[in-house]
């Protein structure tokens, strides 16, 4: 079945250490995003691509990085940097140039910084 | 800048029972698309239906429906003949600039009550 794969789906960092949560889809959708969600709040766009080996910030881009090697795949790294990243993290995808362009979800990963 | 506006934190209804969930959108573009989301406890964000602002008619799949009324930049979901899975945390969004970018509200979590 087609779908969005997000690994770990529980993460716990120490401060200070960086982490790469993994996202891969085998829908052949072009585009792929990085969410935040924080506990009652909505989801907060990080980081986009709508094609390999190009990408573009989001709203709270900062303390994140991403890479867009392959199109089924796109990590994103929250680095020492970010200064609360303890929060729930969803990737998406999409087909570029459809109207709707109607989202995918992954099942989410849950960074918990001790 | 684009803004979505859910001004429901909780709602509560009876098993059976249609229910409203209110979205309110600000946008200057002429062109965009509305979304609703759902999102159980599981995490993952579910799709449920789709406006386009060309679109005349109300979207409808299902039990769901949009009531989109553009001079009010509104576009409210309806949940009809309500079941106890349908508790869960439910969230409006827009897409503008052709991008896939999606902005969310807040959120309305619903509660249905057998």
């Known amino acids: 079945d087609g779908g969005i794969t997000q690994s770990p789906k529980y993460l716990f960092r120490k401060e200070g250490q960086n982490v790469t949560l993994s996202c891969e889809q085998n829908?052949?959708?072009?585009?792929m995003y990085w969410y935040r969600q924080d506990p009652g709040q909505g989801l907060r766009l990080i980081y986009y691509s709508q094609i390999v080996n190009d990408f573009q910030k989001g709203d709270i881009a900062e303390g994140y990085s991403v890479s867009r090697e392959k199109k089924e795949s796109f990590p994103l790294t929250v680095t020492s940097a970010q200064k609360n990243p303890t929060a729930f993290y969803l990737c998406?995808?999409?087909?570029?140039?459809?109207?709707?362009?109607?989202?995918?979800f992954g099942a989410g990963s849950r960074l918990t910084v001790l | 800048a684009q803004k979505i506006t859910q001004t429901q934190p909780g709602m509560f209804v009876q098993e059976k029972e249609a229910v409203t969930l209110d979205c309110t959108y600000d946008?200057?573009?002429?062109?965009?698309?509305l979304f609703w989301y759902k999102q159980p406890s599981s995490g993952e964000m579910i799709f449920l239906i789709y406006q386009g602002s060309y679109d005349e008619q109300n979207a409808t799949e299902g039990r769901y429906s949009l009531n989109f009324q553009k001079a009010r930049k509104s576009a409210n979901l309806v949940i009809s003949a309500s079941q106890l899975g349908d508790s869960a945390m439910y969230f409006c969004a827009s897409i503008y600039n052709q991008g896939g970018k999606l902005i969310f509200g807040q959120g309305t979590e619903l509660s249905v009550k057998p």
């Open positions: 829908l052949n959708h072009d585009a």
């Open positions: 946008t200057s573009d002429q062109s965009y698309g």
């Open positions: 998406a995808s999409s087909i570029m140039g459809n109207g709707a362009n109607v989202l995918t």
